[in-house]
């Protein structure tokens, strides 16, 4: 790979490429260079010969997307399942909030929803991206109805107390100005002709061009970029008045603001471009529908104490929580889709592998809260607004607000008024309930100062994942980068005897449905003989830390 100004190695290339766009970008080009190995398009669930399961049976550890999809397709084939769950309801953390439900925090009281009928909360998924074709797939097996969900609207704020004096500015704004200005500074550099070692006299033309193109900038005023209409008018164009454009934010605050930083360019990473969806009255009908398939071999209320693991079955104890007696259930195999974490605490015995245990211990849950509130009026969609769907970001412990991608025009909604991961998840999920929702509204009220006329404090309520029973976290927390914790993930992708476990936790999807469902035929497909080679990707095929982190830091999911 040469160009005319000096030797262009793929490393090189590379480089600049992760410079303009990102690791994502470095990731496509790997690919597109065959530098790397990418799965192969969704072909369907695992195709188990009819009564391949006859005579054979299988235990299940939790009732979360991926237990329910193992168990679904393990009964296609006749295989003898049961799940025990140890809440009582199915669906872990796929949990949608209506009037009436209780949200549970160990050590706290239950928080009761009080939203008006037909309002609710997606507490924890929220959208499915188009590319996750297992669970769109099953969506349409299973007759579970879709609808749009919007990620971005350009109308969209973004606030930081650090520039613009404070206020809420437009996505819009942000976004053209910041490349208003980028190329207004790349076009003075390639007229300078520093750039000629990377550039043919005909590459620098053509690349004028698209700066011209790409940042609304103006060759008869030297590529200045003086604003655009792109970010948006003072006075909209009408009959009489031609319009007047907003001006353009100044670079030094763009670059004071630091808006970089608060995942204002999330959109554009693959999980979250468009199209996504979400099902139509809350993402739990996903999972319910998964559960209808295998209802009568679900026993709630079932808390797993210990597994003993062996050659030839396992034995799994378990304590029903309503009556307090201990149980046994003895299987051929065993699937655990419980939190790694907490799953280290039943495989702790002498029956199990030291690797395995070890590895099963090496990854750590992530911290996360939602916060949601009833709007008794659908302000943001105002004409002075305008907003329909999409997230704004701000600088403060409430991280973004999503506003409802449905119902457009009606009279209430429900916003999901604080997503916050990490350090601040953790020090949020400690206040008080009363606590979390005023340190909530005071967020919100930098996105809207009249916030409180239009959504009364009783009408809120929180959830902080890393306290909740048999969950306590979000997603699982891998760092792929670090040999150890890839030699565990690899170790955990296989049996230990008749015992493996599934779930979101055990893919590259973690926090996202689609990685539930897959792991899951990863599974089944181990216990029916139709072993799937697990693939020993190179580090350089996988999420670096920060960027895993961006990946998973927005949904729960």
């Known amino acids: 790979m040469e160009n005319q100004g000096g030797s262009w190695t ?102 009761i929803c009080h939203f008006d009928d037909g309002l609710y909360l997606n507490a924890g998924p929220g959208r499915i991206p188009y590319h996750h074709q297992a669970v769109i797939s099953y969506c349409r097996e299973l007759n579970v109805a879709l609808q749009v969900y919007v990620m971005e609207t350009r109308v969209n704020l973004f606030q930081t107390p650090d520039a613009f004096d404070g206020q809420p500015v437009k ?147 378990y304590r029903d929580r309503k009556t307090g007696r201990q149980l046994i259930r003895r299987a051929d195999y065993c699937i655990s889709n419980i939190p790694l974490p907490l799953a280290t605490k039943i495989i702790d015995n002498d029956t199990f592998t030291e690797e395995y245990k070890q590895a099963a211990g090496a990854v750590t849950f992530a911290k996360t809260c939602k916060v949601g509130w009833q709007a008794n009026e659908r302000f943001w969609e105002s004409p002075q607004n305008q907003i329909y769907g999409g997230i704004s970001w701000i600088n403060d412990p409430i991280t973004q607000m999503w506003y409802p991608s449905n119902d457009y025009f009606s009279r209430k909604g429900v916003l999901t008024g604080a997503y916050n991961y990490g350090d601040v998840a953790k020090d949020f999920g400690e206040l008080s309930f009363a606590d979390r929702l005023r340190v909530a509204r005071e967020g919100a009220e930098r996105l809207y100062p009249d916030f409180a006329k239009y959504v009364p404090t009783e009408l809120g309520l929180s959830i902080a994942w890393q306290m909740v029973p048999f969950q306590e976290g979000g997603w699982s927390d891998w760092d792929w980068t670090v040999p150890e914790q890839k030699d565990a993930y690899d170790r955990l992708l296989e049996p230990d005897k008749r015992f493996q476990v599934c779930g979101d936790q055990m893919s590259y999807l973690p926090g996202w449905q689609e990685g539930a469902v897959l792991s899951a035929h990863h599974v089944v497909e181990q216990i029916a003989g139709l072993k799937r080679a697990v693939p020993k990707l190179k580090v350089a095929g996988v999420p670096s830390k920060r960027r895993a982190r961006r990946i998973t830091g927005a949904e729960v999911r």
């Open 10 to 111: 793929r490393r090189k290339f590379l480089q600049m490429v992760g410079i303009a766009g990102g690791s994502a970008a470095v990731y496509e080009s790997m690919v597109a260079l065959g530098m790397l190995r990418t799965p192969e398009a969704y072909a369907g669930p695992p195709k188990l010969p009819a009564g391949a399961g006859s005579g054979k049976s299988v235990v299940i550890l939790g009732a979360g997307v991926g237990g329910l999809t193992a168990a679904y397709e393990l009964r296609k084939a006749d295989y003898d399942v049961w799940i025990l769950e140890a809440s009582a309801r199915t669906g872990g953390r796929s949990l949608t909030v209506r009037r009436g439900d209780a949200i549970e925090q160990m050590g706290r009281p239950n928080q």
């Open 171 to 317: 996505n819009r704004r942000i976004a053209n100005d910041t490349r208003g200005y980028i190329s207004e500074l790349l076009a003075k550099s390639v007229q300078k002709q520093t750039l000629d070692a990377e550039l043919s006299g005909d590459d620098r033309a053509k690349l004028l061009d698209l700066l011209t193109v790409f940042g609304d900038v103006d060759p008869e005023k030297g590529y200045k970029y003086e604003g655009s209409s792109r970010s948006g008018y003072v006075v909209e164009p009408a009959v009489v008045e031609a319009g007047i454009i907003e001006p353009p934010l100044p670079l030094q605050s763009l670059l004071s603001s630091e808006f970089w930083l608060h995942r204002f360019y999330q959109p554009e990473e693959y999980e979250w471009q468009p199209t996504l969806f979400q099902p139509v009255d809350g993402m739990d009908h996903f999972a319910h529908a998964l559960a209808k398939q295998v209802e009568n071999r679900i026993i709630r209320n079932a808390e797993v104490v210990q597994v003993l693991n062996g050659d030839d079955g396992v034995r799994v104890t």
